[in-house]
């Protein structure tokens, strides 16, 4: 299964901003498809964290890669709808990289309309899975498409959740945000907002590199 540029931004971008938070010490994954975002997080962190992925091929793939890396030990996967998943963990930190295209046209597909289309599990759904499972003292955060920040922004606010965070992602210097980044708490303060854009005269520029130096071999 494809890894997307985005999504690894994303996990190091995250990792960035909780690495050294002190009292993270379990969080939870919400489809989390082959398990990239939790291993990047693994990576920058001594939590244990629970992913959880609906689609059986994904759900696999996420555990053998589980299996197959350094941090083990600290990663668990389970192949459930989080619409119906029940535990009575709660978890410091809640973060998803979820269903992108609600309302757009689908796939035929039926796979990868789970993996894109937000017919599984819908924004406001999302929100109130996250607030379900996270502590009133944790953090929830996601990649979504630019354009639904606003209504994202609302559902958690909503829910009491208030939004710290935010990175707004370009393509080029050429290109309006197409991704945005968000990290919420229960603190109400002024969000900190800044924008990353991935490449700059045609090279990636100084802050993707920054940020993803650690996992790309490449840098």
């Given at each position: 299964m494809k890894v997307c540029t985005?999504?690894?931004l994303y996990g190091a971008w995250l990792a960035s901003q909780i690495?050294?938070?002190?009292?993270?010490?379990?969080?939870?994954?919400?489809?989390?498809?082959?398990?990239l975002l939790s291993l990047i997080l693994a990576q920058k962190t001594a939590a244990k964290i629970d992913g959880i992925e609906?689609?059986?091929?994904?759900?696999?793939?996420?555990?053998?890669?589980?299996?197959?890396?350094?941090?083990?030990?600290?990663?668990?996967?389970?192949?459930?709808?989080i619409n119906q998943w029940q535990t009575e963990q709660r978890y410091q930190l809640v973060f998803s990289n979820p269903p992108f295209y609600e309302h757009d046209l689908a796939s035929p597909d039926a796979n990868r309309n789970l993996a894109l289309h937000s017919s599984a599990l819908t924004?406001?759904?999302?929100?109130?899975?996250m607030h379900r499972l996270v502590e009133s003292s944790g953090q929830i955060s996601m990649i979504l498409p630019y354009h639904r920040r606003e209504a994202a922004i609302?559902?958690?606010l909503a829910l009491g959740w208030h939004l710290n965070e935010e990175a707004s992602i370009y393509q080029t210097e050429k290109h309006k945000a197409f991704r945005s980044f968000l990290l919420f708490s229960q603190t109400a303060k002024t969000p900190f907002a800044h924008e990353i854009i991935?490449?700059?005269?045609?090279?990636?520029?100084e802050a993707f590199t920054a940020l993803l130096k650690d996992y790309y071999l490449a840098f």
């Open positions: 985005d999504a690894c690495q050294d938070q002190k009292g993270i010490s379990n969080c939870l994954d919400i489809g989390t498809g082959t398990g609906l689609e059986p091929a994904a759900a696999q793939q996420a555990k053998e890669n589980f299996a197959a890396s350094p941090f083990a030990n600290r990663l668990t996967l389970v192949q459930s709808d924004l406001e759904a999302l929100f109130q899975a609302n559902y958690a991935i490449k700059q005269n045609g090279v990636y520029s």
